[in-house]
């Protein structure tokens, strides 16, 4: 082999190597984006959500004003342990919504780990949905009334509650002070899906 060949074979190698690394790079940056690893949050966890609306109407089994005292909207949680007005976000099938525990719930279905009672318009988006605003209830997702969703809390609540993983409302947890919360954690990164990296890709072709 020629001196040439080599030094060609070296450069282009190497040029293999830097472009494989800016594709996952990219790749990486746009998960980053959409998830938030990276970031040192309070705590990471995993539940099915469930979606309720109370607006104080009696519709629905309505059961009055959020807990909170902060009027229903879209965003407001509820949640059977977490401190009030606890702050974080949900993830579902490359969906992130933001939410704050404005109420307190599900009551008996805490039970079967249903841990989070999402409000209707936010449950709506991540579905598929729609809000009717005459039921109180979400249309046109397929009948989904429950979803396995990922929680991040960026922010607890300074009131009683507990400051970790939730439990059921049965426990009262909700209305005892945490002294022992959990230590923050980094949401860690995740290795690039192959449709990411095809995407970066022909970011990186188009250039």
Same mark, same amino acid.
């Given at each position: 082999?020629? /001196?040439?060949?080599?030094? /060609? +074979? ?6 293999t190597v830097t472009l494989t690394g800016a594709i996952v ?23 099915? /959500? ?15 004003? %959020? ?8 965003? =407001?949680?509820?949640? *059977? ?16 919504? *933001? $939410?704050?525990?404005?109420? +307190?719930? %599900?009551?008996?279905?805490?039970? +079967? &780990?249903?841990m989070l009672d999402l409000d209707a318009k936010t449950f709506?988006?991540?579905?598929? &949905?729609? $809000? ?7 249309? &046109? ?19 009683v509650g507990t400051k970790n993983h939730p439990k059921p $409302? ?8 945490? +002294?022992? %919360? /959990? ?5 860690? *990164?995740?290795? %690039?899906?192959?449709?990411?990296? =095809?995407?970066?890709? =022909?970011?990186?072709?188009? =250039?």
């Open positions: 082999m020629t /001196a040439t060949r080599f030094a /060609a +074979r070296v450069l282009t190698a190497a040029a790079a990219g790749a990486a940056g746009t998960a980053s984006a959409q998830t938030g690893e990276g970031e040192q949050v309070m705590l990471k966890g995993s539940t099915t /959500a469930s979606y309720y609306w109370d607006d104080a109407s009696g519709r629905a089994g309505d059961t009055g004003l %959020p807990a909170s005292g902060k009027p229903m909207q879209k965003g =407001l949680a509820a949640s *059977p342990s977490w401190p009030l007005l606890t702050e974080g976000y949900v993830l579902y099938k490359g969906k992130k919504a *933001p $939410f704050f525990v404005g109420d +307190r719930g %599900p009551g008996i279905p805490s039970n +079967r &780990g249903v709506a988006q991540l579905t598929g &949905g729609t $809000f009717n605003a005459d039921t109180l209830g979400v249309d &046109g997702n397929g009948g989904k009334g429950h979803i396995k969703v990922t929680y991040v809390i960026t922010k607890w609540g300074k009131g $409302f049965a426990t009262g947890a909700w209305a005892k002070k945490d +002294r022992d %919360p /959990a230590e923050p954690v980094t949401v860690a *990164p995740a290795a %690039p899906s192959a449709t990411e990296i =095809l995407a970066a890709v =022909l970011r990186t072709a188009a =250039l």
